[in-house]
């Protein structure tokens, strides 16, 4: 199996561990400079999200998050939560609800981040709450269905930021 092979099939932890090791035998190899590190790993990473992998996907939408690549960035993070990667149906779903380097579509933001907050995702879980305990986003005033969601951070199973 080549290392492209390797970087398509593995999960999120194997490919930064692919990543990582490749380009950590490289440094120790041979002196390279932080920046020439850092593009390298870009580089690794956009092979990656060719071949379909979310959590490159994700880094690179995290990477690009700033003008004037808002809108790359955007599409990272559509192309990684239709892959079901839940950290970035969060992040996809803020950006539609806000309009952040994509068109504005506030049911589709809600949509993600309720799928993501029923993915235990703490963010959008916090983000739920909120929105029941002050009666936002369509959200209807509920305080019972706040806590019940401001527990749910608490969980063993819940996916930190």
Same mark, same amino acid.
């Given at each position: 199996? %080549? ?7 593995? #999960? ?39 071949? #379909? ?7 690179? %939408? ?7 690549? $808002? ?12 892959? %079901? ?23 589709? #933001?809600? $949509? ?50």
């Amino acid at each position: 199996m %080549g290392e492209k092979d390797s970087c398509a099939s593995g #999960g999120a932890k194997q490919w930064a561990c692919n990543v990582d090791a490749g380009l950590d035998s490289q440094t120790k190899n041979k002196d390279i400079s932080q920046q020439e590190f850092d593009q390298q790993y870009r580089c690794r990473a956009e092979e990656a999200a060719r071949y #379909g992998n979310a959590e490159a996907m994700f880094f690179l %939408g995290c990477e690009l998050d700033q003008e004037p690549t $808002l809108q790359e960035s955007s599409r990272y993070f559509e192309q990684a939560s239709a892959l %079901g990667h839940t950290y970035t149906k969060w992040c996809h779903g803020i950006n539609l609800l806000s309009g952040h380097g994509t068109e504005k579509d506030e049911a589709r #933001g809600l $949509l993600l981040i309720r799928q993501s907050a029923e993915e235990k995702f703490e963010g959008a879980i916090r983000f739920v709450s909120d929105a029941y305990a002050h009666g936002a986003y369509g959200f209807p005033q509920n305080e019972e269905l706040a806590a019940e969601w401001r527990s749910k951070p608490a969980d063993k199973d819940v996916i930190h930021y």
